[in-house]
């Protein structure tokens, strides 16, 4: 019995050591006929590598950057638990969202709600300056303006995972006037000092709050991507204990909402959000109930998931950059795309080659190979050729990383070590050398080896003589090049339209800057101006609320009763001096303009303001009366509309005041003819604003340029679609390069026969590019509809918006027409100039 468990043994393990060498001399085998196959192919193979790099490295690209965007604050503990409430109202058909809540609203969630184990609450802060007293230091060092401060208490802590270099959870916050600073202020602060030694030491934020060093933490950045980018943190004791504050922040207000100041709750384990966004509702219910705007707001409490905090348009954080799902979605969309066209180029070329490779595939099946086997080899070859493009696309990553860096996040930096870059590329081979290798594969090894011998293999099949499957697939991969050069016409027609578009004021040479925003004085800033306006190249200087076309919503809600028809609406302001609608060409239609004076006397209105009051004459509205905050406030004149807003905004009603005392804006208007001047101008404008504010910074914005940054996202879209439509185009052309380069080849002694008879060059061009032209004609027929519906959608996302002209789609085909006839041009040209008697002697 042990002889016969021994011999069993030696049997077992001889068994196992002849399989292994079998299967390694197989694949060894499977790799040399895969290497020479593509050897003796060098074209195509150059053909089908260069596509499927640049699809794998686009790839590879789109996503690191969309699980960079996907990873932020993923390191919290207990995030899925963790929301912000927001604040949604409706007014008069008009929508609203704000990512902030009441001050109020945090006392009334502690007490009144259940299922919440965590609060958080903490109000931004941006001080002009900060006064730094070092320990052991007698003079105090002073900073310019800071941002990322917040008033917080120590739950905040308690919700985010800070890492303690100095001071303690358990202590700090907890009384007013304590601050603790992250690493990089700390150093900032206090360079050079333990943080030990830093604790103690004050700061002095605008000379009104003073609070000590209680704690130092470590950035929150180290420990992963987060939006929670906050540098200080000061006692939200500082402002509970202060009547001041609290009444700068209008802490004991139900009336005022702002982004600055937020909630967060940690709901209790086994709580759900719709539960509690039911409470909400009715909170807001019973303590707007007494407000005077609930019979004009629909308002409302939402839960929002920590994890739609980064993507939010709407919400968003403070100083934190919100990215665009939508753009992800399309960087996804074409990176699917490109792999995909690349895959086709190797199907049609794999496929195209078939009755090269008939003879090959009938001897091995006689000489007992097997169906399974001559799968696994074409796979192998799929397999070799995806592995040498995903090293050429390492090669390429910094290429693409350059072409796609107006959608790299700020932030954005990888590894090649870092292993789900590895694990990415490795999944990503197998699947394209599945996608790409299995067709071919199955219809290759499916022929029977005695018709292959015979050359019979196509004798009956008519769909393979027709190429059908070769012929769809072209077709599917100019349907996409001609979306994306229809798309990209028409997304670039909208944003030429916009950026030109006359928005009714003037934008050309004129320039802003802002005062600081804690003086109080009105007339420091009346002497700026005044200063300002005796510069060269200075045409005019306004001190108003902000410019024209700000992005920002000031609004009032106004009152109007004639005695036959009584109104209540939710009006923007805007607020100036006298010369602010002369500096913007913004024309008067009827009245005069207001007088000057130091208090709010009387207004001007724009003309979708006439025209809600009832009044279709602008002269008609001209000495009516509108009630704002209890005063009686005439309307003396009707300016002309203007787009306050991007032109995705319809215009808005609006009325004018003449107020200084809370503007803090200086409008420039510059003189075009003067514009090699204007920087020596800005520079005196500069040394007259630090000889008023000397610790503020001077920082200023160039009023069409901040029209244009502000379509920002609309122009990233128009590069992503450019890019998309440049690739594409490349990779189909690829593909239709290869297969006329391998029609021309197989037609060799047909167009020797042609020549010999008298065809011109002219004529076997068009016989051999006609079948693949008209491939693009079809693909253009079909692209268009869903171009046409993709563009029409988007288009609606505006509220002005140009026209879809019918030219362009026929643009749009004649172009990749002419392409593909470029590139149809390099091998046609080349096989109809040959030499007809040498390629008939050759065939």
Avoid at 163 to 187: F, H, I, M, N, P
Wanted: aromatic share 10%; glycine share 4%.
């Amino acid at each position: 019995m042990q002889l016969v468990s021994v011999n069993s043994e030696i049997y077992i393990q001889l068994s196992l050591s002849i399989t292994s060498s079998t299967i390694k001399a197989m694949f060894r085998n499977y790799l040399t006929v895969a290497l020479r196959n593509l050897q003796r192919n060098k074209i195509l193979t150059v053909i089908n590598v260069l596509g499927l790099a640049i699809g794998i490295s686009a790839s590879l690209v789109i996503f690191l950057m969309v699980r960079y965007d996907y990873s932020f604050d993923r390191f919290v503990p207990d995030s899925k638990r963790i929301y912000r409430i927001i604040s949604d109202y409706s007014f008069q058909g008009s929508d609203g969202h704000s990512r902030g809540s009441q001050a109020s609203l945090i006392d009334a969630v502690k007490k009144e709600l259940t299922g919440i184990d965590l609060t958080v609450a903490f109000r931004y802060y941006s001080p002009d300056k900060q006064i730094v007293r070092r320990s052991g230091e007698n003079k105090p060092v002073k900073f310019p303006a800071q941002k990322k401060i917040i008033f917080a208490d120590a739950s905040y802590f308690d919700m985010l995972p800070y890492r303690w270099l100095a001071g303690s959870r358990a202590t700090a916050l907890q009384k007013s006037g304590q601050v603790v600073l992250d690493e990089t202020r700390a150093k900032l602060y206090f360079p050079n000092m333990p943080y030990d030694q830093i604790m103690g030491s004050s700061i002095t934020y605008d000379d009104t709050v003073v609070a000590q060093v209680a704690g130092v933490v470590q950035d929150l950045d180290k420990q992963g991507n987060t939006d929670f980018t906050f540098k200080e943190f000061i006692s939200l004791a500082t402002i509970l204990n202060s009547q001041g504050l609290r009444k700068q922040f209008h802490w004991d207000s139900w009336g005022s909402t702002t982004s600055d100041q937020q909630l967060f709750v940690r709901l209790a384990k086994g709580t759900s959000a719709a539960a509690i966004n039911a409470r909400l509702h009715a909170l807001a219910d019973e303590h707007l109930g007494d407000d005077e705007r609930k019979n004009y707001y629909t308002w409302n409490y939402a839960l929002q998931p920590l994890s739609d905090v980064h993507f939010n348009k709407y919400y968003g954080i403070l100083d934190s950059p919100v990215s665009n799902k939508t753009m992800l979605y399309g960087l996804m969309a074409i990176a699917i795309f490109l792999l995909v066209l690349a895959c086709i180029n190797f199907i049609n070329l794999a496929t195209a080659q078939a009755t090269v490779r008939a003879k090959e595939i009938g001897i091995r099946k006689t000489m007992g190979g097997s169906r399974m086997q001559l799968v696994f080899q074409f796979l192998s070859e799929t397999f070799t050729v995806t592995l040498i493009a995903t090293i050429l696309s390492l090669l390429l990553l910094p290429l693409l990383l350059k072409a796609f860096a107006d959608y790299m996040p700020r932030g954005f930096h990888f590894s090649i070590a870092d292993p789900a870059v590895a694990i990415f590329l490795a999944l990503l081979t197998i699947v394209v050398s599945l996608l790409a290798g299995i067709y071919p594969s199955i219809v290759l090894s499916s022929w029977n080896a005695a018709a292959v011998l015979k050359n019979q293999a196509h004798t009956n099949s008519r769909s393979t003589r027709k190429a059908w499957m070769r012929q769809t697939l072209t077709v599917s991969q100019f349907v996409i090049a001609q979306f994306f050069i229809m798309g990209t016409f028409l997304v670039s027609k909208q944003i030429r339209y916009m950026i030109n578009a006359d928005l009714g004021f003037r934008k050309e040479a004129v320039m802003s800057f802002f005062t600081p925003h804690s003086d109080t004085s009105a007339i420091r800033r009346q002497t700026l101006v005044n200063e300002v306006k005796k510069l060269p190249a200075v045409e005019m200087a306004s001190l108003a609320s902000d410019v024209a076309n700000s992005g920002g919503w000031w609004t009032a809600s106004i009152d109007f009763n004639d005695g036959k028809k009584q109104l209540h609406s939710k009006v923007e302001l805007k607020a100036g001096d006298d010369n602010y609608l002369k500096l913007f060409h913004i024309p008067l239609i009827a009245g005069r303009e207001l007088l000057p004076a130091d208090t709010i006397r009387e207004v001007v209105i724009n003309e979708k303001y006439q025209r809600l009051l009832g009044f279709q004459k602008p002269e008609d509205v001209v000495g009516k009366t509108l009630l704002w905050d209890d005063k009686n406030m005439p309307i003396v004149g009707v300016m002309k509309d203007f787009h306050a807003h991007s032109l995705g905004n319809i215009i808005e009603p609006m009325a004018f005041i003449h107020s200084t005392v809370d503007s803090k804006a200086i409008v420039v208007a510059l003189q075009a003819a003067a514009k090699d001047k204007w920087q020596q101008t800005i520079a005196q404008m500069e040394k007259s604003f630090k000889t008023i504010y000397p610790e503020a910074e001077f920082s200023y914005n160039f009023q069409d340029e901040s029209i244009k940054d502000s379509y920002g996202a609309e122009q990233n879209m128009e590069r992503l679609m450019e890019w998309a439509t440049g690739l594409t185009i490349f990779i189909s052309c690829l593909g239709l390069l290869g297969l006329v380069i391998y029609t021309t080849n197989q037609r060799t002694k047909e167009i020797g026969v042609r020549k010999v008879l008298g065809a011109s060059v002219g004529n076997i061009v068009s016989i051999l590019s006609k079948d693949f032209l008209t491939l693009v004609a079809i693909a253009f027929i079909i692209a268009t509809p869903p171009a046409w519906w993709a563009i029409h959608e988007w288009l609606n996302n505006f509220a002005y918006r140009t026209i879809i002209t019918w030219w362009m789609f026929p643009l749009s085909g004649i172009t990749m027409i002419i392409i593909a006839i470029v590139t149809l041009s390099f091998q046609t040209i080349r096989a109809a100039s040959a030499n007809p008697v040498k390629s008939l002697r050759t065939e």
